[in-house]
């Protein structure tokens, strides 16, 4: 009997997460995909927060027993009664009954805070930008969707900024893949879609073979290299992509991730599937970012390894 095949997306507050889950359900086919947020297992709305003086990062502000109850079940493909937190109102809207698709993705702020939650995810990806990137992403957001200045939105980042480093960065350990995105070094306040891309790969989850890349690019001027570092004390391979790698660079890079994997051929094929790597730049413009869509293949890839394997 098959399952839904399960994606984690973790990170801080305005961490990129919304924008990968998007740009991957739109490889995956929005039809085969349920995307549900963490943040609407908040125990408090936003007044009763402000109230008690608690912030939504920390885990008692959360039902996190509901929140591994409810992917238990669609672990197994039984649907949820799922609660529902609206982000521009600041409260609770009534429930909404979900029967999962064949992929479910789960984004959020605490998905990987207990051990029965970490447990129902086939891949778990974990995203880390530099503070001062994530920083003025969540100014950017804050103010222009959800009515905040950013005075407010700045003093709101340093009272989280406890619970952020108790709380939230510690998942960095459980998760499969972490993905940095970053300005290049001679452009540091480039926030738009010509940011570098920094994978670390645990071997948690067999990667494909990126040693292949050593073929086509001097490791150490390319805008593609490979490395083995070490990330949170244990060893890891690094990928890491620049914004302004070649069409033709990035094209070898993605076909060989998509080399064993049909459906991903035509992923691949911009022609077929032009919002790849595709995000919005600082003045609303689109942007081709060949970073983004080299991480959004790449989760793919493990989503449908998860689904040979389980399916």
Same mark, same amino acid.
């Given at each position: 009997?098959? #399952? ?15 924008? /990968? ?6 490889? /995956? ?5 349920t995307i549900i947020c963490t943040d609407d297992y908040?125990?408090?709305? #936003? ?55 064949? @992929? ?6 605490? $998905?990987?805070? +207990? #051990?029965?939650?970490?447990?129902? %995810? ?24 959800? $009515? ?8 709101? /980042? ?10 939230? #960065? ?10 940095? @995105? ?8 480039? +926030? ?8 670390? =790969? ?44 070649? /069409? ?7 076909? =060989? ?23 919005? $730049? ?9 970073? =983004?869509?080299?991480?959004? =293949?790449?989760?793919? %890839? ?10």
């Open positions: 009997m098959s #399952r839904p095949i399960i994606l984690g997306i973790v990170g801080d507050s305005a961490a990129g997460k919304t924008t /990968l889950t998007r740009g991957i359900a739109q490889v /995956l086919g929005p039809e085969n995909v908040h125990k408090y709305d #936003r007044k009763q927060r402000a109230e008690i003086g608690i912030t939504a990062l920390h885990p008692d502000c959360n039902y996190l027993d509901i929140m591994q109850q409810h992917l238990s079940l669609l672990r197994t493909g039984q649907p949820i009664l799922k609660p529902v937190y609206s982000h521009k109102t600041g409260t609770f809207e009534a429930p909404v009954y979900i029967k999962p698709n064949k @992929f479910v993705i789960i984004e959020g702020l605490l $998905g990987y805070s +207990t #051990r029965t939650a970490r447990d129902c %995810y086939d891949v778990k990806v974990y995203l880390a930008p530099p503070e001062s990137l994530r920083a003025s992403w969540k100014v950017k957001r804050d103010t222009q969707k959800r $009515g905040y200045t950013e005075e407010q939105v700045l003093a709101e /980042l340093e009272k989280r900024e406890p619970d952020s480093e108790q709380f939230i #960065r510690p998942q960095r350990q459980w998760s499969d893949i972490v993905v940095s @995105f970053y300005p290049p070094s001679d452009d540091i306040n480039n +926030t738009n879609g010509h940011l570098n891309v920094r994978l670390v =790969l645990r071997p948690t989850i067999p990667h494909p073979d990126f040693t292949k890349i050593l073929d086509f690019c001097d490791n150490t001027v390319s805008a593609i290299r490979l490395g083995l570092d070490r990330d949170m004390g244990k060893p890891v391979d690094v990928l890491e992509v620049d914004g302004h790698a070649t /069409l033709e660079q990035v094209n070898k890079l993605e076909h =060989l991730i998509c080399s064993d994997m049909p459906y991903l051929k035509n992923v691949c094929n911009r022609e077929v599937n032009p919002e790849l790597g595709k995000v919005a $730049g600082t003045t609303g413009e689109t942007i081709q970012s060949y970073p =983004l869509a080299i991480t959004q =293949l790449l989760t793919t %890839y493990h989503i449908l390894k998860a689904t040979q394997i389980y399916q």
